[in-house]
């Protein structure tokens, strides 16, 4: 196992309970980027699922900044609660599923634009029923696409709604940032060259996704 990412000694130990919860809900390819990338997923499945190696393998996954900065500003106590709160929340959730419902919000207009049954029998297939139920719901941030096919409309709605997840999780610190990341794999991470409006649209769409998903307590893999 490689520890050259981050030494245990640069990040104060993480408690058993929090460092099992986040090996068990990382995704496999991150395990493996972490660990060493010529792992097959069995062997990877095995270390993910032995309880006396997450304390080992709890810091390779949560990497400290080279100059160990943050460019937040410190909260008050106030703000931390409600912060660790949000942040518990998003752990909770399927994160793949909050992606689609957010997408899907951020493109309520051509949502509603596709009327044709088989244009949305086939969007849902790509985006499921609840996400394509939650868009139709919102009020919609991106002009609408006209003509646009359903499979091109559900890549649009999966490419944004994981730069909604981007917004999100840079409104962290980056310890929690990070825990957030490696449950999603590498591939969904988004670099939109989003204007702060937008940004700021985009943290809106958090409560009202979280709202939506809480009680399920599906953890994404």
């Not at 099992?20 to 991150?30: D, T």
């Not at 009327?115 to 868009?135: E, K, M, N, W």
């Not at 929690?176 to 943290?203: C, F, G, H, K, N």
Request: glycine letters at 6%.
């Amino acid at each position: 196992m490689s520890t050259t990412p981050t030494p245990r000694s640069e990040w104060k130990e993480m408690p058993s309970h929090d460092a099992a919860r986040l090996v068990l809900a990382a995704h496999p390819q991150r395990l493996a980027d972490a660990l060493d990338s010529r792992l097959s997923s069995t062997v990877v499945g095995r270390l993910q699922s032995c309880p006396r190696l997450h304390g080992r393998i709890a810091p390779l996954l949560i990497q400290r900044q080279a100059d160990g900065s943050d460019d937040r500003p410190a909260d008050d106590a106030t703000t931390l609660a409600d912060r660790q709160a949000t942040f518990e929340r998003l752990f909770q959730v399927d994160l793949r599923e909050a992606s689609s419902l957010a997408g899907a919000a951020w493109h309520a207009l051509s949502l509603r634009q596709m009327i044709r049954g088989r244009d949305v029998a086939d969007l849902v297939a790509h985006i499921g029923q609840r996400a394509h139920t939650f868009g139709l719901r919102r009020d919609g941030v991106a002009t609408a696409l006209h003509s646009i096919a359903p499979g091109a409309l559900a890549e649009r709605i999966a490419r944004d709604g994981y730069a909604c997840l981007d917004a999100w999780f840079s409104s962290f610190p980056p310890s929690m940032r990070q825990q957030l990341q490696v449950r999603l794999p590498p591939e969904s991470t988004v670099s939109l060259d989003w204007s702060d409006a937008q940004r700021r649209l985009a943290l809106g769409l958090m409560d009202p996704v979280l709202s939506e998903l809480d009680g399920s307590l599906n953890v994404s893999n």
